[in-house]
């Protein structure tokens, strides 16, 4: 994957017969470890394109790289060889570089061309950070699904976290290989010794923790670089073992298929998705070792009679440049095509143009770069060409980005968006008429409302599970009340209305946020992991506080059903949080889309009626919590259907404002247009006039 910076590796003794290696080995070439590789860049092509599953095939590539960084390594150390670790490094990026350059360039035109506008502020974050070696750890925060089947809601840069893990291990790897030739020299032990012991280390340790992390936060674990290590442990540990190994020929044939069989039905066999990178991914990096450990046979059944194929070797030279360009197609088609999978055709088209664009550019870009003599001779000239390559890619994306910067800057000084405020009886436009809708497309993704502050002092929620890394607070002096908001991402975009009134009001704001985790007692039925423990975890951390109001959303809407539902255990933990003498506030949830409405928007515009949705399609008749609230007294409902839907019709714009930042989430920008009546209908739930300016 990361191309044949070691490709010409030392070949194999097997036949030694002493204790120790029968001499060093002899630098040579093993095609079939370029079949190798070729292979596994097949198996996650495939599985991407069709399957979409994980294939096993990135962590094959991940062990082949540090086996043969490894073999070349401990040829210098055993040699004498000085390491050079800068030349190295500056040599090794000097090969990586320019094709990952040219990728990142070719997919940020696609993105321009066939993207929503919406995705493009994040897609450019991604592509810093996949130029930089860092997009594993910015995946790893976002938490992202690498293994939906729609990937058309996923990056055209996400395959580039692997890459950056390899980058990261890149530097560190000879750093130990340095560490050993220094206890080496100081002891005068072998530095092989010192290499097994350290990798073995290595390896143990990172298997241990990836094994913890993966059962306890796996979507973070799958990116992390510490879960990863062993994998490259491995791989090293093999290159070090591989001189005293000596098996007989039948043995070797048998391991060798036995490992490729074992390769291709990881995928099939397993439902691996939710498991990797614990200890599932020993199966495929067992299955690549048995292969390699299985080395050239020459025999005729042997599995490198099939992995030394011609066609199959070629495909290993250009296996980098092809991960590289398979996932960008793959993704922009189905995003320009709204497809969730490809099809056999398609498939076929996008697996056959990759295939093509990886032999010709590494053939016509790839190759002569690497094999740049001019470069070679001195480190600062491949220097310069890391330079150059940084700049191909940084010069366009910083324009892009200052760009979308200064159209937000002259769209907010030119703005004429009322939104919400349009709806108000006798309402008279003001302002420029052909002033761009807000938010701008580009600047979707910062329309989440969050608090800046977190939880501390008297509302420090660590003691309550997992509270405290959801939470957060916006403290004043003197507090008349204490609010606190609690649920999911649709509580949490009313805090756009609520944290202004907290303010107006001297309240002490509180924020209790668990994604896709409606509030609402433990009932049994999670709709993600640790639900119910996080209910009964804010329950408790209610009681503790003691709050004057409590703000929540009380039903649920779905994108394919005609109406919403009371929140699962709403009633009990409503009944709880009154007991205690708190007031609490039920809003109820908005419709839910089959569409992106800012993306139909962007596709259609505004006025196209597959943009546009009848209420009574997505909401009951009547607000599922009314019949709660005539029981409770302190149980206040409010329903702002009539602000997001205005006649029965919900629309994705209204006031130049879109309302919509997805397919479900209110915009910021829009629920600030709601202000003024969202306070004035708070307090008069309540029974107490607030303001006005809108028609009651």
């Not at 990056?155 to 560490?179: C, E, N, R, T």
């Amino acid at each position: 994957m990361t191309g044949r910076h070691h490709s010409t590796v030392p070949v194999r003794r097997i036949e030694a017969r002493s204790g120790t290696p029968a001499s060093l080995p002899r630098p040579g070439y093993r095609p079939e470890v370029q079949g190798l590789r070729a292979l596994a860049v097949l198996m996650v092509v495939v599985y991407h394109v069709w399957l979409g599953r994980v294939s096993g095939g990135v962590d094959v590539f991940l062990l082949i790289s540090a086996f043969l960084l490894t073999l070349s390594f401990t040829r210098k150390l055993e040699t004498g060889t000085p390491l050079d670790l800068l030349r190295y490094w500056v040599n090794l990026f000097r090969r990586l570089v320019p094709m990952a350059a040219l990728t990142i360039v070719v997919t940020l035109g696609a993105v321009m061309a066939f993207v929503p506008r919406g995705r493009w502020t994040d897609l450019l974050d991604q592509a810093w950070a996949s130029l930089l070696y860092f997009q594993n750890w910015l995946l790893a925060v976002n938490s992202v699904d690498y293994y939906a089947t729609d990937h058309s809601t996923a990056s055209p840069f996400q395959h580039f976290w692997s890459l950056s893990i390899q980058g990261q291990v890149f530097i560190l790897w000879p750093l130990l290989f340095a560490v050993a030739a220094i206890i080496s020299t100081r002891f005068r032990v072998s530095p092989r010794r010192i290499l097994v012991g350290l990798f073995g280390l290595v390896f143990a340790g990172s298997l241990a923790f990836s094994v913890w992390q993966t059962a306890t936060n796996q979507a973070f674990a799958y990116f992390d670089t510490r879960t990863r290590l062993w994998e490259f442990a491995l791989g090293s540990l093999i290159a070090l073992a591989l001189p005293y190994v000596r098996l007989p020929m039948l043995s070797r044939v048998v391991l060798g298929w036995a490992g490729i069989a074992a390769m291709l039905a990881v995928g099939f066999v397993l439902q691996v998705e939710q498991q990797f990178p614990g200890y599932i991914a020993l199966w495929p990096t067992l299955a690549a070792a048995a292969v390699i450990v299985a080395g050239a046979t020459d025999h005729r059944f042997g599995v490198d009679r099939f992995l030394g194929w011609k066609p199959l070797v070629k495909l290993g030279d250009a296996s980098y440049a092809l991960y590289l360009i398979h996932w960008p197609l793959l993704v922009i088609f189905l995003i320009h095509q709204d497809l969730e999978s490809a099809g056999l055709f398609s498939g076929l088209v996008i697996i056959a143009v990759s295939v093509l664009w990886a032999v010709v550019t590494t053939r016509f870009i790839d190759k002569p770069i690497r094999q740049l003599k001019w470069a070679a001779r001195k480190r600062r000239r491949s220097a310069v060409v890391i330079a150059a390559c940084a700049l191909f890619v940084g010069l366009p994306l910083g324009v892009w980005q200052l760009q979308i910067h200064t159209a937000a800057t002259a769209a907010a000084d030119n703005a004429n968006n009322p939104g919400a405020a349009s709806l108000r009886e006798g309402f008279v436009p003001f302002g420029d008429a052909d002033a761009p809708l807000m938010p701008m497309m580009t600047a979707l993704n910062s329309e989440w409302v969050t608090l800046d502050e977190a939880c501390a002092g008297e509302f420090d929620a660590s003691s309550f599970g997992s509270l405290q890394s959801g939470c957060n607070q916006t403290t004043v002096e003197n507090p008349a009340k204490l609010a606190v908001v609690v649920g999911a991402s649709h509580p949490q975009q009313w805090v756009a209305a609520i944290e202004p009134v907290a303010k107006r009001n001297n309240w002490d704001l509180v924020v209790l946020r668990k994604g896709q985790c409606p509030f609402g007692a433990p009932v049994g039925q999670e709709p993600v992991e640790n639900c119910d423990q996080w209910n009964a975890d804010v329950l408790a951390y209610l009681a503790a506080q003691d709050p004057d109001l409590v703000f929540t959303v009380s039903s649920s809407s779905h994108h394919i059903r005609e109406d919403d539902r009371l929140v699962p255990g709403y009633e009990e933990a409503a009944q709880q949080i009154m007991a205690s003498g708190a007031q609490l506030i039920a809003i109820r949830d908005n419709p839910r889309f089959p569409v992106n409405m800012p993306e139909c928007v962007e596709s259609s515009g505004q006025d196209d009626p597959s943009c546009t949705f009848q209420v009574d399609t997505k909401l009951a008749p009547v607000d599922p919590v009314a019949e709660l609230a005539a029981r409770y007294p302190s149980l206040h409902s409010m329903d702002l259907t009539d602000l997001i839907c205005p006649d029965g019709t919900c629309p994705p714009v209204i006031g130049n404002v879109l309302v919509y930042m997805d397919d479900n989430h209110l915009s910021e920008t829009y629920i600030k247009t709601m202000l003024p009546e969202f306070e004035r209908r708070l307090f008069l739930s309540f029974g107490a006039s607030g303001s006005s300016g809108f028609a009651p």
